[in-house]
C-alpha cells in the first residue's frame, strides 16, 4: 500500500508508577527496636548508646515470656511508646478491704501507691483519670504540679447496691476527678472511714487508681470482684528536656535530624515532627524520609498528568512520553480528526482543571483564609490542628449535601449529617448567607474551638475554605438539642432532675472552663437549650461558637455589637454594649430556668405579663409561688430542699446587675455542691437548721425575692476542699 504522505498519531503513554519504599527504621542502626510485643522508636533505647539521654533507657527483662518492657530502672511495665509523644505504662492499685469483724485484710502499703516519672514526663491529663471504687471510701491524690504542691480526690458512699448505677460512675459506688495538667510526682492512697461494717456483705473493699479513660466504664460488680485487678493502662505525656535546649523561634532543636522541626510543649520541653511531605522517625539522622506521593494516587491530584516526585511535594506535568504511530493516506481524515479530539478533550480538561483550581482559590481568599491561617499561628501550640477537608470528601460524605441529610436549620444556615470515608459520622455546618460579617463569625468559631479542648464541648474536626459558602465539620451528637427534650412532651419525660441536673451541672463546667481555665478566657455568647447538644446517654455538649469572643485577661469585658438571642440576653449587656463573663451567667440563668420549669423562654400562649420565662419566675418567686411553674415532673421527683436552692440560685444569675450574678465557676461548685448533698444524705446531717419555710421550703426572706434584683443573699459554700494528687520521676 503506498504512503503519499505520513499523518503521525500522538498517544500519551504514562511512566509506570514507582514502587513503595521499604518499611522506615524506628532504631538506630545496630539497636535493638522491639522488646517483647512492644516497638522501642528512638530517643527511646535499651542499652548505652541506644537511648537519647537516661530519661529514655527501657530496661528489657527477657526472663518473662514474652520480654517486658520496663521504665528506667523502676517497675514502670510499659506498653507502648508513640513517635507523638504518649507512652502507655500499667499503673499500680490502692487496695483496702475489712473482713465483716472491722480487721483488715491488706496492709497499710497496700493503700497507699505512687508513680515517680523522670522530668520528661508527665501524667496526660487529657487521656487519664483518678477513680475511686466502693461503698465506704475515701481517696486522696497528692503530688506536684510543676513546683507547686496539690492534694485531690473524691469520696463515695451507699448503704445499698440497688443504689448504685450499673454502669455509670455518678458518684455513688464509683467517685472520679481529673486529673491536673503537668503533672509528675503522684501518691494516692485510699481509705474508709466506718471500716465497711455496714456494706461488708456487698462492698468489703475500696480501690483507687489513675486509669486511661477510654479503657475503663464502671461496673456495679467491681464492688466485688475487683479485686483480682493488680494493674490498669496509663497515659504519660513525654517530651524532650535538656538544659540550653529549647525549641525557639526556628524551630530548631538539637534532638530533632534532618526534614524535621521541633514542637514546643507547655512548661516541659519540646516534641520533634517530620516535615510536611516526609514521614519517619524525626529523632533519627535519616528518620525523615520523603514520601513518595507519585506511588499513591490518594496522595496527589495529578488524575492523568505526568506525577513527578520531588523531596517533600510532587509536580503534575504534562506528558512528555510519546509513542508515534504511522497513519496512511487512507486513514488520514480519521488520524486527523482522533488527534483533534484528544488534543482538544485534553485542552478543555486542563482548562476547566485550571478554572476550578483559582475558583477554589477565590474562595479560599473570599472565606478570610488567609486571617483564618494568620488567627491560628498566633495561638500555635494551643491545641491539635484541625483537618482542612476538600469539597469532595464532604460532598461524598453528604451525597452532595442531598436534603434527607439535613439535621438542623437556623437563621446562621444548614447542618447536614455526613459520612467520612472512614466511617465515622460527622455534622457538618453551612453557612447560609455569604457576607463578611459570616465570614468573621466563621474564623471566629474556628479560632474558638481552636483553644477550646473539654469533654463536654462539641468538638471541631476540621473545615473547608474551597466552597463559596464555608464549611465546618463537628463531631455528630447523636440525640438532639436540649431545647428538643425539654419542649417535647413525648421526650421531656425521659429527662428526669437528675438528668436536669447533670446537663446543669456539665454546662456550668463548660462555661467556668471557658471563663477561668483557658489561657485567653472566652465569653460564649450565645448559651441556649439549642445549643447544647445531647448524646445517647443525656451527656451536654455545648455548641456554637460563632459569635464567641476571646477576652484578654486584663480586661473585664469588651465592647461589642449587641448578639444574642432574645430571652436569653443579658440585659445589661443589650443597654450597654459591654460583654462580660456575666452575660453569659444570666443565659446560664434561663437555661435553668427551662430545666426547672419545662417551659418555653418567649411564649404567646402566655400572658403579656408571663409572656417572658425570667420575668414570670422571677415574680413567681416573689409572690412566693414558684411551684405553679415548676415542671410536675420535677417537682415529683426532686428534693424540695434542691429545687430551692437551684431556683435561688438561677434567681443570683439573673439579676439585673452583673455584679450581683455569680461567677460561673461558683455556679458550677454551687450546683455540683447540690447534687452531692442529694446523693449523700449523710453529710447534710450537721447543716440543718430550723428556720421559717414558705410552700416550697424556702427560707422566708422577702429581700431574697426582691423583683429588681436589689435583695442580697447569703450562701453558705460547704463544699470541701478539693484533693489532690501528684507523680513523681524516678529510676
Known sequence: MGIHGRLWLVILIAPPLAAIAAKLPIAKLGCQDKCGNVSIPYPFGTREECYYDDNFFIRCNDTFDPPLAFLSNSTINVINISLEGRLRIMSPIAHDCYNAFGYPGYS??????????????????????????????????????????????CITKCESIDYVAKHTCSGIGCCQTPIPERTNNIIFIVGSSEYYKSVWNFSPCSYAFIVEESQFNFSSNYLLDFQNVSKLPLVLDWSIRAVNDTCGKTKKAKA???????????????????????????????G????????????????????????????????????????????????????????????????????????????????????????????????????????EELEKATNNFDESGIIGQGGYGTVYKGTLKNGRIVAIKKSHIIDQSQNEQFINEVVVLSQINHRNVVKLLGCCLETEVPLLVYEFITNG????????????????????????????????????????????????????????????KVSNFGTSRLVPQDQAGISTVVQGTIGYLDPEYLHSSQLTDKSDVYSFGVVLLELLTGEKVLSFDRTKKERN????????????????????????????????????????????KGEERPTMKEVAMELEEMRRMTKHPWANNELDVEEPKNSLGETSNKSSYDFDGSGSMSVSNTFPDQVGFAIHSGR
Open 288 to 391: 525523615c524520609q520523603d514520601i513518595d506521593e507519585c506511588s499513591d494516587p490518594n496522595r496527589n491530584h495529578c488524575k492523568g498528568m505526568i506525577c513527578t516526585n520531588t523531596e517533600g511535594s510532587y509536580i503534575c506535568s504534562c506528558p512528555k512520553g510519546y509513542h508515534l504511530v504511522e497513519i496512511n493516506d487512507e486513514t488520514r481524515g480519521i488520524g486527523g480528526l482522533v488527534l483533534f479530539l484528544v488534543v482538544g478533550t485534553w485542552l478543555f480538561w486542563g482548562y476547566n482543571k485550571w478554572k476550578l483550581i483559582k475558583l477554589k482559590q477565590k474562595f479560599f481568599m473570599q472565606n478570610g483564609g488567609l486571617m483564618l491561617q494568620q488567627q491560628l499561628s498566633n495561638h500555635e501550640g494551643s491545641a491539635e490542628t484541625a483537618k482542612i477537608f476538600t469539597v
Open 481 to 540: 438539642t436540649l431545647h428538643h427534650h425539654i419542649h417535647n412532651k413525648s421526650k421531656a419525660s425521659s429527662l428526669t432532675w437528675e438528668i436536669r441536673l447533670r446537663i446543669a451541672i456539665e454546662t456550668a463546667g463548660v462555661l467556668s472552663y471557658l471563663h477561668f481555665a483557658v489561657s485567653t478566657p472566652i465569653i460564649h455568647r450565645d448559651i441556649k437549650s439549642t445549643n447544647i447538644l445531647l448524646d445517647e446517654s443525656y451527656t451536654a
Open 108 to 153: 497499710d502499703n497496700d493503700r497507699l501507691q505512687y508513680l515517680y516519672l523522670d522530668s520528661s514526663y508527665t501524667i496526660s491529663d487529657t487521656d487519664n483519670k483518678f477513680v475511686a471504687i466502693g461503698c465506704d471510701t475515701t481517696a486522696y491524690l497528692q503530688g506536684l504540679q510543676g513546683n507547686k504542691s496539690y492534694t485531690g480526690g
Open 256 to 286: 530533632c535530624q534532618g526534614n524535621s522541626s521541633c514542637v514546643p510543649v507547655e512548661n516541659n520541653g519540646y516534641r520533634c515532627k517530620c516535615l510536611d511531605g516526609f514521614e519517619g522517625n524525626p529523632y533519627l539522622p535519616s
Open 613 to 656: 420565662l425570667s420575668m414570670y419566675f422571677l415574680s413567681a418567686m416573689k409572690d412566693n409561688c414558684l411551684e405553679k411553674i415548676l415542671d410536675g415532673c420535677v417537682v415529683n421527683e426532686a428534693n424540695i430542699k434542691q429545687l430551692n436552692e437551684v431556683a435561688n440560685l438561677a434567681r443570683r444569675c439573673l439579676s439585673l
